[in-house]
Protein backbone atom coordinates (compact mmCIF):
# COMPACT_ATOMS: atom_id res chain seq x y z
CA UNK A 1 0.00 0.00 0.00
CA UNK A 2 1.16 3.87 -0.70
CA UNK A 3 2.27 5.80 1.65
CA UNK A 4 -0.53 8.34 1.12
CA UNK A 5 -2.98 5.95 1.82
CA UNK A 6 -1.54 5.36 5.46
CA UNK A 7 -1.82 8.89 5.55
CA UNK A 8 -5.41 8.64 4.99
CA UNK A 9 -5.98 5.75 7.04
CA UNK A 10 -4.35 7.83 10.31
CA UNK A 11 -6.27 10.42 9.43
CA UNK A 12 -9.50 9.04 9.17
CA UNK A 13 -8.40 7.02 12.70
CA UNK A 14 -7.47 10.84 14.21
CA UNK A 15 -10.82 11.86 13.24
CA UNK A 16 -12.80 9.01 14.38
CA UNK A 17 -11.52 9.24 18.24
CA UNK A 18 -11.50 13.17 18.59
CA UNK A 19 -15.34 12.93 17.73
CA UNK A 20 -15.25 9.95 19.85
CA UNK A 21 -14.20 12.26 22.46
CA UNK A 22 -15.98 15.38 21.67
CA UNK A 23 -18.74 13.33 21.94
CA UNK A 24 -18.24 12.27 25.46
CA UNK A 25 -17.29 15.48 26.62
CA UNK A 26 -20.14 17.73 25.64
CA UNK A 27 -22.50 14.72 26.44
CA UNK A 28 -22.13 13.83 29.95
CA UNK A 29 -25.54 10.85 29.37
CA UNK A 30 -23.34 9.11 26.84
CA UNK A 31 -20.76 7.19 28.54
CA UNK A 32 -17.30 5.90 26.70
CA UNK A 33 -18.59 2.61 27.42
CA UNK A 34 -22.19 2.97 25.19
CA UNK A 35 -19.86 4.55 22.45
CA UNK A 36 -17.48 1.87 22.39
CA UNK A 37 -20.27 -0.68 21.78
CA UNK A 38 -21.16 0.87 18.76
CA UNK A 39 -18.27 -0.14 17.24
CA UNK A 40 -18.37 -3.64 16.00
CA UNK A 41 -15.87 -5.87 17.67
CA UNK A 42 -14.00 -3.22 19.64
CA UNK A 43 -12.76 -3.86 23.28
CA UNK A 44 -12.87 -1.83 26.70
CA UNK A 45 -11.09 -2.42 29.57
CA UNK A 46 -10.56 0.18 32.33
CA UNK A 47 -7.10 0.16 33.16
CA UNK A 48 -5.17 1.71 36.56
CA UNK A 49 -4.79 5.72 35.83
CA UNK A 50 -2.34 7.68 36.15
CA UNK A 51 -2.21 9.86 39.16
CA UNK A 52 -3.40 13.13 37.28
CA UNK A 53 -6.44 11.25 35.07
CA UNK A 54 -9.50 10.01 37.02
CA UNK A 55 -10.29 7.16 34.65
CA UNK A 56 -7.91 5.31 31.69
CA UNK A 57 -9.03 2.33 29.44
CA UNK A 58 -7.63 0.54 27.01
CA UNK A 59 -9.20 0.28 23.36
CA UNK A 60 -8.76 -2.52 20.97
CA UNK A 61 -10.24 -1.35 17.73
CA UNK A 62 -10.56 -4.05 14.33
CA UNK A 63 -8.89 -1.94 11.63
CA UNK A 64 -8.20 -3.68 8.36
CA UNK A 65 -5.50 -5.11 6.73
CA UNK A 66 -6.06 -3.57 3.48
CA UNK A 67 -8.99 -0.91 3.07
CA UNK A 68 -9.25 -1.38 -0.51
CA UNK A 69 -9.11 -5.25 0.17
CA UNK A 70 -11.42 -5.68 3.42
CA UNK A 71 -11.72 -9.38 2.71
CA UNK A 72 -7.73 -9.69 3.64
CA UNK A 73 -9.40 -9.44 7.18
CA UNK A 74 -8.59 -7.14 10.32
CA UNK A 75 -6.32 -7.10 13.01
CA UNK A 76 -6.72 -5.13 16.02
CA UNK A 77 -5.45 -1.86 17.34
CA UNK A 78 -4.05 -0.55 20.65
CA UNK A 79 -5.34 2.99 22.12
CA UNK A 80 -5.07 4.43 25.60
CA UNK A 81 -7.70 6.88 26.71
CA UNK A 82 -7.43 8.66 29.67
CA UNK A 83 -10.07 11.47 31.51
CA UNK A 84 -9.31 14.54 33.67
CA UNK A 85 -12.27 16.00 33.19
CA UNK A 86 -15.16 16.29 30.37
CA UNK A 87 -14.33 19.71 30.47
CA UNK A 88 -10.78 19.55 29.56
CA UNK A 89 -8.88 19.49 26.29
CA UNK A 90 -7.44 16.59 24.95
CA UNK A 91 -4.20 15.88 23.76
CA UNK A 92 -3.83 12.96 21.07
CA UNK A 93 -0.27 11.28 20.97
CA UNK A 94 0.87 8.72 18.04
CA UNK A 95 3.49 6.85 19.25
CA UNK A 96 6.44 6.51 16.59
CA UNK A 97 6.07 2.45 16.87
CA UNK A 98 4.69 0.74 20.04
CA UNK A 99 2.41 1.84 22.70
CA UNK A 100 4.32 -0.02 25.74
CA UNK A 101 2.11 1.52 28.43
CA UNK A 102 -0.28 4.59 29.62
CA UNK A 103 1.28 7.52 30.57
CA UNK A 104 0.55 11.62 30.98
CA UNK A 105 2.42 13.17 28.40
CA UNK A 106 4.29 16.34 28.79
CA UNK A 107 1.83 18.13 26.84
CA UNK A 108 -1.20 16.52 28.65
CA UNK A 109 0.01 17.98 32.23
CA UNK A 110 0.44 21.00 31.06
CA UNK A 111 -2.64 21.35 29.97
CA UNK A 112 -4.50 19.58 32.44
CA UNK A 113 -6.26 18.24 29.24
CA UNK A 114 -7.44 14.45 28.73
CA UNK A 115 -5.46 12.30 26.37
CA UNK A 116 -5.89 9.66 23.70
CA UNK A 117 -2.54 7.55 22.75
CA UNK A 118 -2.34 5.66 19.65
CA UNK A 119 -0.23 2.64 18.55
CA UNK A 120 1.23 2.48 14.94
CA UNK A 121 0.11 -0.08 12.73
CA UNK A 122 1.70 -3.16 12.47
CA UNK A 123 3.87 -2.65 15.99
CA UNK A 124 3.75 -3.40 19.23
CA UNK A 125 0.55 -5.35 20.10
CA UNK A 126 -1.23 -3.65 16.79
CA UNK A 127 -0.03 -6.63 14.48
CA UNK A 128 -1.92 -9.29 12.34
Known amino acids: MRKENYNVINIY ?18 SLESLVLEIPGAELEEIPADTMYALAYRLMIPQPLDHKHPEKGNFMQKVYISQVDVDRPVVFITE ?16 DANQIIVEHRFFGESVP
Open 13 to 30: LIVSLFLLTAVTCTKPDL
Open 96 to 111: GYTANRNYAGELSRLL
